[in-house]
């Protein structure tokens, strides 16, 4: 079963669906674009037929380089708490009610909102020459949400450096410090994140689905009630001028290329 849309795909085999972004060139977010993405997660929710869900890309080395900047640089202070509605609050709790596990498939760069799309799943496969970083700072806004949660995964000190420099790091690294479930080779996160899909559809459905609930809850501790803070915090900052110069000269920036 497939169903072809603007910014997405999505298709249901063998208990998987597979939800894969197809917005060229870099999978970057607009409202539409995260109203279209959550309603495949919501169907995904509702059919009892899907054991496991599969968020990739059909964009070649490109996962989701997160806000599209252009789009959000043009709209206003509704614009922005809409879009980090839908970020945030709409995909942590789409997640947290899933009922199945989730699986990032990082073919490729993944900045930004997209690395919150990929943390947001229960896993992440990444191929190995992914891209991976948190680059919100250096453009004139804050990466929010991963306040909320990066430092329980990885550490005060390693989620700080990550944060506030907004560098790049490898899969290598995303791997070592547990941003990472596997590493594959380049062009096959996809194919292994299928294989893995079909271990777990394999398991018993009910059972599944409790034990992901209790796992969820364990981790929770406040997290989604950070999440909240999160937008409001996002909200504040890009409402400054600094960072609304910020995001005007990286759109000058990209538009001269």
């Known amino acids: 079963m497939t169903n072809p849309s ?9 208990g998987i669906a597979e939800i894969l972004m197809n917005h ?24 009892d037929a899907v054991r496991v869900v599969i968020l990739g890309s059909t ?17 206003d202070g509704e614009t922005t708490r809409a879009l980090l509605e839908r970020l945030y609050t709409g995909f942590t709790d789409l997640q947290f009610r899933l009922g ?17 799309l990929a ?27 991963h306040f909320t949660h990066l430092h329980r995964i990885i550490g005060k000190h390693r989620a700080f450096d990550l944060l506030f420099t907004g560098r790049s790091f490898s899969a290598q690294e995303a791997f070592d410090i547990g941003l990472a479930a596997r590493i594959v080779d380049d062009g096959t996160a996809l194919q292994e994140a299928r294989a893995l899909a ?32 999160a937008v ?16 005007q000269a990286f759109v000058e920036r990209q538009r001269k290329r």
């Open 6 to 14: 603007a910014f997405h795909s999505y298709r249901v085999e063998h």
């Open 24 to 47: 060229p060139p870099v999978n970057a977010m607009t409202v539409p674009w995260l109203d279209e993405l959550l309603a495949c997660f919501e169907r995904a929710a509702a059919d």
């Open 59 to 75: 964009v070649p080395g490109r996962f989701c380089a997160g806000l599209d900047l252009k789009a959000f640089s043009e709209g």
């Open 100 to 116: 199945k596990p989730s699986i990032a498939a990082v073919n490729g760069t993944a900045r930004g909102g997209g690395m919150t």
């Open 119 to 145: 943390i947001s799943c229960d896993m992440a496969v990444v191929e190995r020459g992914a891209s991976l970083g948190y680059p919100e700072i250096d453009v004139g806004v804050i990466p929010a949400i």
């Open 198 to 229: 079909a271990v777990l559809a394999a398991k018993p459905p009910r059972i599944l689905k409790m034990a992901r609930e209790y796992f969820l809850s364990e981790l929770d501790d406040g997290y989604r009630k950070g999440v909240k803070a």
């Open 232 to 247: 409001e915090n996002f909200c504040n900052v890009a409402a400054t001028a600094e960072s609304k110069a910020g995001i």
